[in-house]
């Protein structure tokens, strides 16, 4: 049978010094660090509160609001204007579904917004708020956000359906090959 031999001058810890705690609260010859300091981080990674509680200073942080931001180009409807702006509509409409707290949403609208100018005279570019309109998003199942879906003729075109976040490049490989799938049928 193997037996273990320890050999405590093998396992070396090296000694730590003390440690003193100050129990005075008039020792104040070190500053205080404020953490909200931009000189320690941008001001982005802070939101604080609207909230103001009386009485004793509130350290609780919200997440930004943020909003669905159309352009010019992008127009955003809801479920009363779906049928007239896209089932009606006698060119291609590109649907974009997306949320307020949907980051890959946010990530994507510059490439979507280029999109809208860029093929402006073949294709309109709507967006729609994935929380506002409950009905359409149980209609046309979508499960991920941001969700494109394309319509022509008043009928999603078959295999037209994207989720997820796309990087320009690849949104205009996508965008070009459903409109020339159009185009030949």
Known sequence: MDTVVSNSALLSIPQLPPVRSVTSSSYSSTPSLNLSSSKFFPSFFFFRSQKKQVGHRSSSFTAPRFSIASSAAIQEINETQFRDSVLNSDRPVLVE???????????????????????????AVVKIDHDANPRLIEEYKVYGLPALILFKNGQEVPESRREGAITKAKLKEYVDALLESLSVA
């Open 97 to 123: 579904f997306v949320a307020n707290w949907c980051g890959p949403c946010r990530l994507i609208s510059p490439a979507m917004e280029w999109v809208a100018q860029e093929y402006k005279d073949r294709l």
